[in-house]
């Protein structure tokens, strides 16, 4: 497959960031900004600059994880499956459609105030003649626009430098520094002001993560990538701030209240020169060009982009192939564009400026909202394939705050853009349930978050029937003859410290004399299967070194490599289509610290027909010594028979320890309960009694002085308390030997 020379330096990535997002938030925004907030106007920027920093890095993030995936449509969609895919993407096709809407305004204010006129519909004519020539630029591919526009961005940035230092010299002190216009007169703003404001100016800084969709052509995408999004933020946010300050600083608010062209209207408040032409100032129609320029690059990058949207949704299978049809001479997406267009052209005759600023800002909310959740769902459920070359700092909390503060400006913006994206919602799901719901994909969330994490907040269970009809369609999908009479199952993940040692595990504990190792890998929904059935050369190798074991221990063990879409699905199928003793994997023995759990292990624990073994690998490669720690409970004889087997299969000896409170005196009828099992159970075993306050810290000095800790679940103990931090989990975490986690069915 072909792929994009990566030719973009840091700098380059940094002009892209900053041209994403300089347009119509400095050119057309601050004056309506400022109708509601003043001279505060800079604070707004900042703040909102500040709660979009959470996007910024979680798309990075998500960048460098899929680099070649397309954009924020696809990260949504990845997450929470086709249906959120739907609307994220109409939603995002929307917020678009608006920008280019309010940019086109922007465009035909500065071309007639040059031109000395005031008219709110042949603004909104200029607007449109301009969309139509971006309409046909992307009909036949403007490859050689993008230069042009750099340059145009370079020039207008330099422009407002120059203008941010004469408007230093010549601000009116005796404005006040949070004034705002209110009936005619000034006033102090107040905070619900500064907090529409800022939820307001959020579609200045729409354009920040725009970058992310071209990480595949980025020169060390892992440092560039987020590097150059995050200082360009830091850029145009020092221009907003900058430059706002000296507009209010510079300009009435009465002049700027409802100001569509207030860069314009600030040029000619500073005197920078009053030579003209024809009567036409050319300062003020300099800045005038450049300001069309800028925004009309905006529109054109909006309508790409936008067009891209219901193209990729066309491929996808989530609208018609209408949608994704090509002109056969210019290779474009004519109906896409055509169709955005016309959207584009109805926002601008039939919304509001006002109006269509605030949906579009609300729009690109909710998408930094989703994109935040969406770091958050692909981390916690641990997908095998999802390993971002870059993770945000701070997680999750810089996402949550990105999160809690998207949905607090939301609701500021007020009713209208609620409904709005509650319509969306709406639309996306019929759309969905219309044109895609037989697309055979499923997002991360319900291969890893639906099964495993979200029953643990009262998720009810299966009925009998249901599971029954679940083992029926999985057997379906995999080789009957995989593990069918095997006593037990090792699934190798590719994070094993020893495949070797976990399959001996297996082996010491299992009946049968029978293991099915196998290599699974998990790939995109988006990957077909079929570009795996090659053996990679890791497969090779495992299946040598198993053969090697196999001869060697005297043991049978088959191993077979799969390949699958979803992980837990997969061990499961396994785990059902066989009668083994046994489902054995790799453990890191950490407990979950998200919303998710980070493994499968949960689910697992909840529907497997097989007892489960867990196990930490902390680097042990001789078991000569091995320490078994048990609770009282119902099972302490099965899991004493469990440790003798470890220990004939490698010839170790057993130490039974029990750990009791440093009051307890109960010790010497402890001990002979305990000798009297093992004796029940033909076992030669040391008993330890040690009282302590602190058993897990007990534990972990004393396996220091073992080579393999076997820790037993009680059957108190559910698996949700041992998930989340109950006893064992702590045990396992701190134990200075290698762990085997044992939970057995009923």
């Not at 009465?254 to 569509?260: I, M």
């Not at 009680?714 to 044992?742: H, M, Y």
Request: contains cysteine; glycine residues 6%.
């Amino acid at each position: 497959m072909k792929k994009l020379e990566k030719s973009l330096s840091l700098p380059a990535v940094i002009a892209i960031g900053i041209g994403g997002m300089l347009g119509t938030g400095i050119f057309v925004l601050p004056g309506l900004a400022a109708t509601k907030v003043g001279a505060s106007l800079w604070l707004a920027y900042l703040i909102a600059a500040i709660c979009i920093l959470p996007a910024a890095y979680s798309k990075s993030e998500l960048a460098t994880a899929m680099p070649s995936s397309g954009g924020t449509y696809v990260y949504i969609e990845r997450a929470f499956g086709p249906l959120f895919g739907t609307i994220s993407g109409l939603g995002l096709w929307i917020a678009l459609v608006l920008k280019c809407a309010f940019a086109l305004v922007g465009i035909g204010a500065y071309v007639l105030v040059v031109l000395d006129m005031d008219s709110a519909a042949v603004t909104k004519s200029v607007g449109l003649g301009f969309l139509f020539l971006v309409f046909l630029l992307n009909i036949v591919g403007a490859k050689k626009a993008g230069s042009f526009q750099s340059y145009a961005v370079l020039i207008a940035v330099l422009v407002l430098i120059a203008l941010f230092v004469l408007g230093i010299q010549n601000m009116d002190q005796a404005t006040p520094f949070f004034a705002k216009l209110q009936d005619d007169t000034v006033k102090l703003a107040g905070y619900k002001e500064l907090v529409f404001a800022v939820a307001f100016v959020y579609l200045s800084y729409s354009g920040v993560t725009k970058v992310a969709a071209i990480a595949e052509e980025i020169k060390n995408p892992n440092k560039n990538l987020p590097l150059g999004m995050i200082l360009s933020l830091f850029i145009i946010t020092a221009i907003y701030i900058l430059i706002s300050f000296v507009l209010t600083a510079n300009v009435s608010l009465e002049e700027l209240a409802n100001n569509y062209n207030p860069i314009h209207t600030l040029a000619l408040d500073l005197n920078i020169s009053s030579f003209e032409i024809n009567e036409i100032h050319v300062v003020g129609a300099s800045i005038a060009f450049i300001a069309v320029l800028t925004l009309l690059s905006t529109v054109n990058a909006g309508v790409l982009a936008s067009s891209r949207f219901p193209f990729a949704m066309s491929r996808d299978g989530l609208l018609p192939e209408f949608w994704s049809q090509v002109h056969k001479k210019f290779l474009t997406p004519i109906n896409t564009i055509a169709i955005t267009c016309i959207a584009i052209a109805l926002v601008v005759l039939f919304l509001d400026v006002f109006e269509i600023a605030k949906l579009a800002s609300a729009f690109k909310v909710m998408m930094f909202v989703s994109v935040n959740l969406a770091v958050i769902v692909l981390r916690e459920t641990a997908a095998q394939w999802y390993q971002p070359k870059y993770k945000s700092p701070l997680y999750p909390w810089i996402q949550i705050f990105g999160i809690i503060s998207g949905i607090f400006f939301l609701v500021f913006l007020g009713m209208t853009p609620m409904l709005a994206i509650f319509g969306i919602f709406i639309l996306g799901a019929a759309i969905y349930y219309s044109y895609g719901k037989n697309v055979m994909r499923s997002g991360v969330l319900k291969n890893y978050g639906h099964r495993p994490a979200l029953s643990i907040f009262g998720k009810k269970d299966q009925s009998k029937t249901e599971i029954a009809q679940d083992i029926k369609t999985a057997s379906s999908k995999l080789d009957p003859k995989i593990a069918s009479d095997a006593g037990a199952i090792v699934p190798l993940l590719g994070n094993e410290t020893s495949p070797e040692m976990l399959v001996e595990m297996a082996a010491a504990i299992q009946s049968k004399n029978k293991i099915q190792a196998l290599n699974i890998t998990e790939i995109p929904n988006q990957t077909d299967l079929d570009a795996f059935l090659k053996d990679s050369p890791i497969e090779n190798s495992l299946k040598r070194r198993l053969s090697r074991l196999s001869d060697s221990q005297k043991l049978t063990v088959d191993f077979e490599a799969v390949v699958t879409h979803e992980l837990s699905d997969t061990i499961n199928q396994l785990s059902s289509q066989s009668s083994c003793e046994w489902l054995v994997m790799g453990w890191d023995g950490r407990p979950t610290t998200g919303i998710f759990i980070v493994n499968p292990i949960g689910w697992l624990l909840a529907n497997i027909n097989s007892n489960l073994a867990l196990y930490r690998d902390n680097g042990v490669r001789y078991v000569g010594k091995v320490l078994l720690a048990l609770r009282p409970g119902r099972k302490d004889k099965n899991f004493i028979g469990i440790a003798k087997n470890v220990c004939e299969y490698f010839g170790a000896s057993l130490t039974l320890l029990h750990v009791v409170p440093e009051t307890s005196a109960t010790t010497e009828t402890i001990k002979h309960r305990s000798e009297e099992k093992l004796k029940q159970s033909e076992v030669d075993a040391n008993v330890l009694i040690i009282k302590s306050s602190d058993p897990v810290e007990t534990i972990a000095e004393t396996s220091a002085s073992y080579d393999l800790l076997i820790l037993g679940t009680p059957e108190k103990d559910n698996w949700i308390k041992v998930l989340f931090g109950g006893g064992q989990d702590r045990f396992t975490e701190r134990a200075a030997c290698s762990v085997l986690r044992i939970t057995l069915k009923d």
